[in-house]
């Protein structure tokens, strides 16, 4: 395992499942790292884990990633407070919605602001930092970003469209030593639902599709090349292309 030894790191949607095992994989490779996301209580909580198991210093940061003040204040406040900014995992995501035509406003907006909107304006924050640092950037994307989703049109879109942006500021800044890599993954056992509510955990066994664990796992294996970029990593549940897409 490479290290990150003092490195910091700074990961949206710590509060469950992906963003709270990428915290523990960070952490465990010697990384600061900063969490962020809504439910202020349940990231004290995982903040006091990561210590506990990791004696890892955390910075808790309660924040919605829809508005783009939560980005400068986090990225302001985790340089402020452990001096710099190395690593950013931009994991943050819904994807509860159907079809186009019985799709709400409420649901296309939630989904286009926090996957979409949340991942530029914490690019844009982060990017002078990782820049300085010569730093790395990961994006949490999906198998929907690579193949049609008919039942959920607007979700994939949303990941379509932030695998393009992070292919596309790989290539505006990797002449500056900046590292982007995207994780796909297929489905993952965690709070994270299905288009009818259902969340994951709830819907398959354990073992049956990937873990967060593993997810976090990618992320880390990203998050400390040195010298090199771990562009794209796809984990798909074994089964995936058996199916009919």
């Known amino acids: 395992m490479t290290t ?4 910091t790191a700074l990961v949206t949607g ?5 963003g709270e095992a990428t915290a523990h994989a960070l952490a465990e490779r010697g990384a600061n790292v900063a969490l962020l996301a809504r439910r202020e209580e349940r990231l004290e909580s995982i903040a006091a884990a990561l210590e506990d198991a990791h004696d890892a210093p955390t910075l808790v940061l309660p924040g919605d990633v829809r508005d783009r003040a939560t980005s400068e204040t986090a990225v302001e406040s985790a340089v402020d407070r452990f001096g710099g900014l190395d690593v950013v995992v931009s994991n943050a995501g819904v994807g509860r919605g159907s079809d186009v035509a019985s799709m709400t406003d409420e649901e296309y907006f939630a989904m286009q602001e926090t996957n979409v909107d949340g991942t530029f304006f914490l690019t844009r924050e982060a ?5 300085e640092s010569r730093g790395t950037l990961v994006v949490v994307g999906s198998f929907a970003g690579q193949y049609p989703r008919s039942f959920n049109p607007v979700y994939a879109a949303t990941k379509w469209w932030v695998r393009g942006f992070a292919h596309s500021v790989a290539a505006q800044v990797g002449d500056e030593g900046v590292a982007v890599s995207v994780v796909n993954p297929s489905e993952v056992r965690t709070e994270f639902g299905d288009e009818d509510g259902e969340p994951f955990e709830e819907r398959f066994e354990p073992g049956a599709v990937t873990e ?3 997810v976090a796992e990618a992320i880390g294996f990203a998050a400390s090349r040195e ?3 771990a562009q794209e990593i796809d984990l798909f549940r074994r089964d995936k292309f058996a199916e009919t897409l």
């Open 4 to 7: 990150l030894d003092g490195a």
């Open 14 to 18: 710590a509060s469950s499942g992906i």
């Open 127 to 131: 990017l002078p930092h990782l820049v």
């Open 212 to 214: 967060p664990e593993e």
């Open 227 to 229: 010298g090199s970029t």
